[in-house]
T-cell receptor
Framework: EDQVTQSPEALRLQEGESSSLNCSYTVSGLRGLFWYRQDPGKGPEFLFTLYSAGEEKEKERLKATLTKKESFLHITAPKPEDSATYLCAVLSGTASKLTFGTGTRLQVTL | EAGVAQSPRYKIIEKRQSVAFWCNPISGHATLYWYQQILGQGPKLLIQFQNNGVVDDSQLPKDRFSAERLKGVDSTLKIQPAKLEDSAVYLC???????????????FGPGTRLTVL
């Protein structure tokens, strides 16, 4: 069974204080790793898809990287509007279902 | 482009009552998913449709949950009778393609928050 573990559970940063969120996974045949952002009371919003080890993608202050065992979401100089829960999910085997981690709750303060 | 639409946004019911949720996917998306998200957890897939056929319903509690996707567009998810542990957010998602080898991005709706008293 696929497993996805995210750490830390919660992270509080000051504006401008860069950090990284971790997503470690155990799957049989990774076909894609997805990062989503979820604001309170809303559905997950797609950020990135990574397909193979060594791949990197960037969007504004966010950069996602992938190795054979984990993915990192790096946040550079975060702003209060980056506050949200960040979810990691994997797609593996022959199924199209996403297996999600429990998320990292990020709070960025002034 | 319009996103995934869901209704209602909130629902409060007593245990043993029934409830239904509606989802309209992004236009042209063949695959539709229903997820359950319990507070503090990530979403968990309940059922996946490709067009109007079921691809995966292995985690759907079939004694109380049912879902249909008539004409391969809109979908409804029903719970009858509801239990306290069904309190959660029910998310609908859609993707362009589907099938076992698709890596298409899944786009989520705003969800329906269900409270069972």
């Amino acid at each position: 069974e696929d497993q996805v573990t995210q750490s830390p559970e919660a992270l509080r940063l000051q504006e401008g204080e860069s950090s990284s969120l971790n997503c470690s996974y155990t799957v049989s045949g990774l076909r894609g790793l997805f990062w989503y952002r979820q604001d309170p009371g809303k559905g997950p919003e797609f950020l990135f898809t990574l397909y193979s080890a060594g791949e990197e993608k960037e969007k504004e202050r966010l950069k996602a990287t992938l190795t054979k065992k984990e993915s990192f979401l790096h946040i550079t100089a975060p702003k209060p509007e980056d506050s949200a829960t960040y979810l990691c999910a994997v797609l593996s085997g022959t199924a199209s279902k996403l297996t999600f981690g429990t998320g990292t709750r990020l709070q960025v303060t002034l | 482009e319009a996103g995934v639409a869901q209704s209602p946004r909130y629902k409060i019911i007593e245990k043993r009552q029934s409830v239904a949720f509606w989802c309209n996917p992004i236009s042209g998306h063949a695959t539709l998913y229903w997820y359950q998200q319990i507070l503090g957890q990530g979403p968990k897939l309940l059922i996946q449709f490709q067009n109007n056929g079921v691809v995966d319903d292995s985690q759907l509690p079939k004694d109380r949950f049912s879902a249909e996707r008539l004409k391969g567009v809109d979908s409804t998810l029903k719970i009858q009778p509801a239990k306290l542990e069904d309190s959660a957010v029910y998310l609908c998602a859609s993707s362009l393609g589907g099938g076992g080898w698709s890596t298409d991005t899944q786009y989520f709706g705003p969800g329906t928050r269900l409270t069972v008293l």
